[in-house]
């Protein structure tokens, strides 16, 4: 099981960014793939997953209208675009998967107790 997170970088107050994790070892068409992220000197925090069957999507409340999760099956890859950042999106964002649990809104905020994650890509909303 392999995760590589892509796309982080510098976007101003307001700006967007898009967020790749490309999948391999297993397929999005069996299970979900989550987002969170971690600020500096702060805990984890799950931000989006995206279902493994209906491709139903689920955000923490912080980011809801500002993020969208999606998928391509054809690549296995997730993307997390994000627009309208703010400063408190600064974080190291991974993506990750798991067997056992199913994305839904009542545990989407536990994305980072995922048991695969990758290595994670560098967010910095500042002007």
């Known amino acids: 099981v392999q995760l590589q997170a892509s796309g982080g970088g510098l976007a101003q107050p307001g700006g967007s960014l898009r967020l790749s994790c490309r999948a391999s070892g297993f397929s999005i068409d069996y299970y979900p793939i989550g987002w969170f992220r971690q600020a500096p000197g702060k805990e984890r925090e799950g931000v989006s997953c995206i279902s493994s069957n209906d491709g139903s999507a689920y955000y923490v409340d912080s980011v809801k209208g500002r993020f969208t999760i999606s998928r391509d099956r054809a690549t296995n890859t997730v993307y997390l675009q994000m627009n309208s950042l703010k400063p408190e999106d600064t974080a190291i964002y991974y993506c990750?998967?798991?067997?056992?649990?199913?994305?839904?809104?009542?545990?989407?905020?536990?994305?980072?107790?995922?048991?695969?994650r990758g290595q994670g890509t560098l967010v910095t909303v500042s002007s």
């Open positions: 990750a998967t798991d067997f056992e649990t199913r994305c839904q809104i009542e545990t989407v905020r536990w994305v980072h107790r995922y048991d695969y």
